[in-house]
Structures are given as C-alpha cells and as structure tokens.
C-alpha cells in the first residue's frame, strides 16, 4: 500500500510558477511510475505528465510541455511537479499517482494506476 499526500498548491498570478511536491510513505517509490493528473471543475481528469521509476524517462501533455517538469528524488520517496509560465486554463486539482511496475512503461492514463493522492488546488489569476 502506498500513500500519496500533496502539496505546494495555491494561487498564482499568470506568468507565475508553482512546484509541486507528492509525498510517499509506506513503499519506497523505486519501482513505481508516477505521473500528475489535473481536473479542472466540469472538466475529466487529464493527464499532464509522468515520470519512470529511475527519474531517467518523462512525458508531458502537449499542453504543459516546456512550461511544467516533473521530476523525482526517490532517497526523499517525493515526486516534483515544477510549473512556470502558468495560464489561468492551468487552474485545477492536481493529483499524484503512482503505478506498479511491471507492467513497465510510463503511465499515460489514469485507469493505469493504482495509488492516488487527495489532490492540491492550483489557481491561476489572470
């Protein structure tokens, strides 16, 4: 079992930056994909990015590429979600989430992990 707890969300100005942290316990994170997920109200749960278990492979949604990064630092078992550039469509809970491996392969869909986190507001002011 694996427990996964937000933070660093907020509100920010447009054009500002946010870094987001997702906190492990009870598993050490080595061996687990991660990814972030937003939903904005009215909205699906979307995808945005994740991360493979070794930190060393990564993918973003179109839409966040080159303004977001995710990264990891499993000594600390926390995952980072670093966002600049942030636009008012930003605005949503975002969730971490960690998926078991095998099977391997980064995580693009949320039917494909197994741990979710509560969810941290990010709002984004124009």
């Known amino acids: 079992q694996v427990q996964l707890v937000e933070s660093g969300g907020g509100l920010v100005q447009a054009g500002g930056s946010l870094r987001l942290s997702c906190a492990a316990s009870g598993r050490t994170l080595t061996n687990y994909v991660m990814g972030w997920f937003r939903q904005a109200p009215g909205k699906e749960r979307e995808f945005v990015a994740t991360?493979?278990?070794?930190?060393?492979?990564?993918y973003y949604a179109d839409s966040v590429k080159g303004r977001f990064t995710i990264s990891r630092d499993n000594a600390k078992n926390t995952v980072y979600l670093q966002m600049n550039t942030l636009k008012p469509e930003d605005t949503a809970v975002y969730y971490c989430a960690a998926k078991m491996t095998p099977p391997y392969g980064l995580g693009y869909n949320d039917k494909q992990y197994n741990y979710w986190g509560q969810g941290t507001q990010v709002t984004v002011s124009s």
């Open positions: 991360i493979s278990g070794s930190g060393g492979m990564t």
